[in-house]
């Protein structure tokens, strides 16, 4: 997923450089300060890494998603581990940085002879470390970030994909608009921060409506840098375009932020968003999460027994999970939860955990995990994983005690109708 | 004229709460001659200590635990200057910076571990959440709020340096410490009050901001940088020229957005870089002896 620029270093001018300089440069080894315990293959265990984004504000993703690839070993290792083996985790921070996350998978790979990488939150470490991967001939998982160039012109054969891509979610979210507006003609507005990850997810979801044949028209695209701390004139021009709906790419601590200034202003009387309302942030929302509005969501604890959700042990892991971590499992631990089952799979299938083995099993492989049977196809290892939309709730939820969504707006999006097709993947490629 | 209305009052919020971090920093950097990096953590933990007392409540709560996060913030200032800063003064600047830096990273953590990694959120009360309409634009009250926080804080310190015998200390200090402590003022006890009321500006500023805002970790990165341009153009140690700063900063922002979105961000720095060229010394500062 998205790309992250870390505090804007184009910090000129005499005194200003002089003073900020130090800052800048102090923050992008922030994290290098890796919580890796060291260990090796020797004596009876093996070792995975997961170089993410452990601090900053998208630190939650990388956090949770730590915690799904422990448990699943931690679940591995508790029935005899792999091949006679035990599993260990070694972990670093790259601080949404592609060099420090290159680095540190480096480090691993080199010190720690991890066999297989589970990967970052941020799409640009992630394109930094599939190449790395590839050259040491590890399997690398991506089970958060979920640009498709991972999968289309970044391809290598020690890749997969455990997330729905920046083409699926966008896809589903228009899917959903589709069926709700009908043939009627619907105004439609954008707003997502000026980097990759958000301009792309804004061109995937103008094309899916398109190739959707909705009947929209667009009234007004906002772009504000990233970070941008005052959003008053990005949400003013929004609101002054009166669009009936509004797709946002924002998410997590983003997504939270705009929807509380948006409330001040208003914005959710007339408007219908569309962003990624998962439990996190409605969580942080509480009663300020805006009722009507449209989420979308790539693997909801909450959703368990529904198709996607419905596999083997899911409602196990998620007390597991609840005990263990005190909070339920986002989508980021669940997803990287089946990332860790697929490559334990890739493991046994292929007797070794020798990578080029691995991968080679894997491919086209069907993996039974907590989701129910996931494929990563031969073509691109992209899983046949769907996509979750649904209509944030005014009640709160008696389970959960929080505000999800209605139950009955529930709408889950098929893999075959969002995937790209294994031709149009491969044209992606050269 | 709504459009413009709705770009003043949010530029002005902006501003104004970005006044608050950094005249704290600026009054401390002007009587003890430190950098503290550390300054946007102070200003993370008055947001996390805000989401911690308001709670799920909200109303009379809310302002009281205003006042609550900001008073813990200025103690836990107090503590950071007994124990590290108070030995920097008169150091290398680098060496300076490695040590604010040190204690950015440590409060970073900590904040991790006793609030975790997601968002929180604080509801402002009822009175001042809703919007008022005024010449077609309709705006949130609660920017008022910010606004009017900021100006009493710039009032505040503004009668504290020029009208009180404790200002004439600092702004002595400012001047020339060793003249001060010649004349038998307590400079340990001056520095140690200044350091204080500078982590109380930036732990308001964290609680007042938060029902604008998602808290959360990242927060202390993401100010601090602001507010050393703010300062540095302000002109180091001149909490009159922090405010300027702040609306400059402010203004080039949003005239950054209107006129090339995707320049945004430079239009801040080519703020900087003009008022440095033409006085590098800041708005109002003076020029270093």
Redesign the interface.
Known sequence: MPIRHHTPRRLAAGLALLLLAPVAAACSSTSSTASSTASSTSGGSVTVGESTTLSSSIAELGQTALQGLELAVANINAHGGLLGKKVKVVSADDSATPATGASNERSMILNDHVVAMFGPVVSSVASAEEPIAAQYHIPIFFSVSNDIALMTSGFTKYGFQLVPNTVMEPRAAAAYLAHEAGSTQITVGTFAPNYSFGTSSVAGFIQALKDLHVNYKLVSQQFPPLNATNIAPYLSALIAAHPEYVYNAQFGGDLVSFTQQANQYGFFQHTKMIAMYSAQPLEALGSSAPAGAIGFDRAPFWLAGQQGMDGPGISAFISQFKAKYGDYPSAWAIMTYTAAQSWAYGVKKAGTFNGTSVSNALSGATISTIRGPITLRACDHQANVPEYVGVVSSTVDPTYRLRLWDPSSVFIAQPKTIMLTCAQSLALRS | MA?FL??V???L??AGSLFMVAAGLTLIFGAMRV?N?AHGSLYMYGAFLMTTFVG?SSGLRFWWSIALAAVIVAALGAVMELGIVRFLVGKEP?TQ??AT?ALF?IL?DTA?HLWG?????V?APSSV?G?FTIAGA??????LVIIGVAVAVGIGLWALLRHTSVGWRIRAAVDDPEVLESGGVNLRRLNLGVFAVGALLAGIAGAVVT????V????D??I???T??VV??GGLGSVTGTALAALVI?IA??VG??VA??W???FM?LA??LV??VR?W?LLGTPER
Not at chain 2, 138 to 143: E, F, K, N, Q, T
Not at chain 2, 211 to 214: F, L, R
Not at chain 2, 216 to 219: I, K, L, R
């Open positions: 459009r709705i770009e009052i949010g530029t919020s902006d950098i990096l799920a680098l910076l490695v830096f990273l970073a991790l990694n997601g968002a929180r959120t509801v959440s919007r309709v705006l949130p009250v609660y920017d029902p604008q805002v998602s959360a970790p990242g927060m990165e993401s601090i940088v602001t050393l341009l540095v153009i402010g922002d949003t957005t209107l979105p995707t945004a961000s430079t720095y900087v870089i440095l060229v590098p800041g």
